[in-house]
C-alpha cells in the first residue's frame, strides 16, 4: 500500500482546481502543474493530493484528447474562414476567428465545469493557447490557408 501524507485537499470540501493550474509546451506532450496558493498548508496540501492521486502522471495520458481539442479549434477557424469572402481574407480576420474559436470553447468548457470530467485541463489549455500558443498555432493555420502572417496583429 503506497504511502500518503496529511495534509491533504479533500475534494468533496475543497475545490482542488483553486489549488491548481496545469501548464503546456507547444507539442502538447509535456504537462507541469503550478501550484496556486497563499500558504505554506495550502501547498502542502494541494501536493499531497496531486501526488496521492498522481494528477500529473494520469493526465499525462490524456494530452491526447487536448490535442484533439487543439485541431478541433483549427478546423473550425479554417472553415469560418473559408467561408469569408476572398477579398476580405487576411491575417487580422483569422486572429479575430481564432479568438472567437478559443473563446466559445473556453465558455462551452467553464458551462461543463463539475459535470464533465477534464473540464479543469481543458480550461487551462485554452488559456495556455490564448497566452502562449496563439502565435504557434496562427502560424500553422497560414501556412495551411497561404496568409501573410503579421506579427503586429497578433499583440493586440
Known amino acids: 500500500m503506497d504511502r500518503f501524507e ?3 485537499v479533500h475534494p468533496l470540501f475543497d475545490d ?8 503546456f509546451d507547444q507539442s502538447c506532450e509535456n504537462i507541469k502543474i503550478e501550484y496556486i496558493v497563499e500558504n505554506i498548508f495550502e ?11 498522481k494528477i500529473e502522471e494520469v493526465y499525462s495520458r490524456l494530452l ?9 479549434i483549427r478546423d473550425n477557424v479554417e472553415s469560418k474562414f473559408l467561408l469569408v ?5 487576411n491575417f487580422e480576420i483569422l486572429v479575430r476567428l481564432f ?13 461543463k465545469r463539475g459535470s464533465f ?9 485554452v ?11 496562427l502560424e500553422y493555420l497560414c501556412k495551411k490557408l497561404s496568409i501573410n502572417m503579421e506579427e503586429k496583429a497578433i499583440l493586440n
Do not use: H, W
Open 6 to 8: 496529511l495534509p491533504i
Open 16 to 23: 482542488v482546481t483553486n489549488y491548481i493550474k496545469f501548464n
Open 43 to 53: 501547498l502542502k496540501s494541494a501536493t499531497n493530493f496531486c501526488e496521492l492521486f
Open 64 to 72: 491526447y484528447k487536448l490535442e484533439a481539442d487543439r485541431k478541433k
Open 85 to 89: 469572402d476572398k477579398s476580405q481574407r
Open 99 to 111: 479568438e472567437i474559436e478559443l473563446n466559445s470553447f473556453l465558455y462551452e468548457n467553464v458551462e
Open 117 to 125: 470530467g477534464l473540464t479543469k485541463l481543458r480550461i487551462d489549455f
Open 127 to 137: 488559456n495556455f493557447l490564448q497566452k502562449k500558443g496563439m502565435e504557434y498555432d
